[in-house]
C-alpha cells in the first residue's frame, strides 16, 4: 500500500499508504490461483466468492468477467483503506470496487485486522470486526460438493471457538497490490 497513492475526487492524495488496491487470492494449495470477487447485487445475492480463471465460474453472469483487465473499478479488485486514527484507529476495511461491498458477504463495513496465535488458527489470519462491536470472526475459504463441482468456493466467516474440518490454508490470503 506504500507504493500506491491515489488522488481523491478532489485531487487531493490521502496520507501515503492509507489506501490501496488489491487482488486477493486464496492460499488454498490445490486452488492457488482462486480470486477472491463481489458478485451482482441487481439479484439481491450479494456474496464473496472465490473462483478460478480457468474454470471461469459465472462467466458472463452477475457482473464476472475472468478476461477484463482487473483494473478498478473491477470485481475482482478490492479496496484496502487503512484508518490511522479515530474510532477505528489499527484497522482496515476491505471493499469491492465495482459494487462497493465490504468483504465478506456484507452491505456494512466491517473492520478488518491480522491476528496471531488466536484461539483457533495458530498462524496469520483476517479477522473480521463487527462495526459497533459484537463478536470477532475469522476470514476464511470454503467449499461443498456443488461449489467444488462447479468450480468456486466461498469466503465467510467463522465466529465460532472450534474451527471447522479444514486446513489451515483457507485461513490465509494473498494480497497483490495493483
Not at 471461469?56 to 479488485?77: A, F, I, L, M, S
Not at 463495513?109 to 470472526?137: D, E, F, W
Amino acid at each position: 500500500m506504500w507504493e500506491q497513492n491515489p488522488t481523491t475526487t478532489d485531487n487531493t492524495p490521502p496520507a501515503r499508504g492509507d489506501i490501496g488496491y488489491a487482488i486477493i487470492k486464496t492460499k488454498i494449495s490445490n486452488m492457488y490461483n482462486f480470486l477472491a470477487y463481489n458478485n451482482e447485487i441487481s439479484i439481491n445475492n450479494v456474496l464473496t466468492y472465490a473462483g478460478n480463471s480457468d474454470t471461469k465460474p459465472y462467466q458472463g453472469q452477475y457482473g464476472v468477467d475472468w478476461d477484463d483487465n482487473n483494473v478498478q473499478p473491477d470485481e475482482h479488485v478490492w479496496e484496502i483503506k487503512y484508518y490511522p486514527t479515530g474510532t477505528n484507529a489499527g484497522q482496515f476495511s476491505i471493499k469491492n470496487t465495482a459494487y462497493g461491498y465490504y468483504m465478506p458477504n456484507s452491505a456494512t463495513t466491517k473492520y478488518l485486522s491480522i491476528i496471531q496465535n488466536s484461539y483457533i488458527i495458530k498462524n496469520y489470519a483476517v479477522q473480521i470486526l463487527p462495526p459497533g462491536g459484537g463478536t470477532p470472526g475469522i476470514m476464511y475459504t470454503h467449499f461443498n460438493s456443488g461449489s467444488i463441482n462447479a468450480g468456486f468456493g466461498y469466503i465467510d466467516e467463522l465466529v465460532t471457538n472450534s474451527a471447522p474440518n479444514t486446513s489451515l490454508d483457507q485461513y490465509q490470503f494473498e494480497f497483490d497490490f495493483i
